[in-house]
Every structure is written in C-alpha cells, then in structure tokens.
C-alpha cells in the first residue's frame, strides 16, 4: 500500500486508539495483529501526528510482546519503535530514551546482560542535558540505575559501587518521590557490592 492511500493523520491515530482499547481488554494475539496491520501499511514518514501515532504503535506493540514472553522480540520492537523518531527532535527525546530503556530492559531478562550495559550507557551519552525535561530524566536516571544493577548482577562489583557513587552524585540536589525510590535502590547495590565476600 502507498504512503497516499494510508489513512489521513487523525484517522491513523483513532486507528492507533484502537489498538490500545483492544490491549486493555487483555487479548494480546488480537492486539498484536491489529498493529502489525496498521504498521504493515504504514508509510515510512510523515507529519508529527502521523510520527507520533506510528512510534505509539510501535511501543505498545513492543509492550504487548513483553507481555506474551516473547523478549528477543521485545527488544527488537522497542529498537524500532525509538528508530522511528526524528533523533534531533528534543521534543520526542523522552520517547527514545523510553523505548531504548525498554530495550535495555528485555536484554536483562534475556541475560544479555553486556547488551544491556551498552544500550544504557547510550542513553545516558545520548542525553546529557536530560535535567532540561523532567520525564527524559526520570529516563536517564532509571538508565543509570539498571547500569549499576547490570554490573552487579555480572559481579563486577567495584565498577557496580562506582556506577551507584556516580547517580546518587548526579542526584544530590533532586527532590522527588522517585528519586527517593531510585536511591533505595543504589544505596541497597552498593551495600551489596562493598559487603566482604564469603569465602
């Protein structure tokens, strides 16, 4: 099918909406076909309404593949789904970084554990202006705490210690409920990662 007989912006978007009624009512198969379909004829660019709906569809695609256990496939849909948007465009920086992170995510579940690392030392190379936009933020942040996770979860526990220094650093001066979260949850790997080792 040709970018022109593909539907107008807000026709594609109402399309789109259906798809996420379709996922709330927890039939993954239907779900799943239903945005292969509107991706299968799906022109390659667009309008911002047009980019907006498609990367929407994308990500919860990917969701929906989380959901039903299939991660390899996961990840590759959440690499598309950040792949489809203008990289230089700050105003979907918060949707790559979103999807990267997901994807970073899957490749932890598939004990791609060095994949991981790379995919969210991207994110936080990518974006180091992130305290501009709170929500690309909380996207980095998250990033930087998987990282410290991944590393002890490969025991390498002096890098993991020195990952957690660097983001409690980075959010010294935060004032936010998740970041309260985020904290607990460095300050428990570093207590891991400097704990005597047994034996």
């Not at 598939?110 to 709170?134: C, N, Q, S």
Request: charged share 25%.
């Amino acid at each position: 099918m040709s970018d022109t007989s593909f539907p107008a912006p807000q026709a594609l978007r109402a399309t789109v909406d259906r798809g996420f009624e379709l996922h709330e009512t927890g039939d993954l198969d239907a779900t799943l076909a239903h945005y292969d379909g509107v991706l299968a004829a799906a022109p390659t660019a667009g309008d911002p309404v047009t980019v907006e709906s498609l990367f929407a569809a994308r990500f919860d695609r990917a969701v929906v593949l989380t959901e039903l256990g299939e991660l390899e496939a996961a990840a590759d849909a959440f690499a598309t789904a950040a792949r489809g948007l203008p990289a230089g465009d700050p105003d979907v920086a918060h949707e790559i970084a979103m999807a990267e992170l997901n994807r970073g995510i899957c490749l932890q579940l598939l004990d791609r554990h060095d994949e991981a690392l790379t995919v969210y030392a991207a994110i936080v190379g990518r974006f180091p202006d992130a305290e501009d936009d709170p929500v690309l933020h909380e996207q980095v942040v998250k990033a930087m705490v998987n990282r410290a996770a991944t590393l002890e979860v490969l025991g390498r526990r002096r890098e993991a210690a020195g990952a957690v220094d660097d983001v409690l650093g980075h959010l010294a001066d935060v004032a936010d409920l998740w970041v309260d979260e985020q904290r607990a949850l460095l300050r428990g790997i570093r207590d891991r990662a400097l704990a005597p080792s047994e034996g």
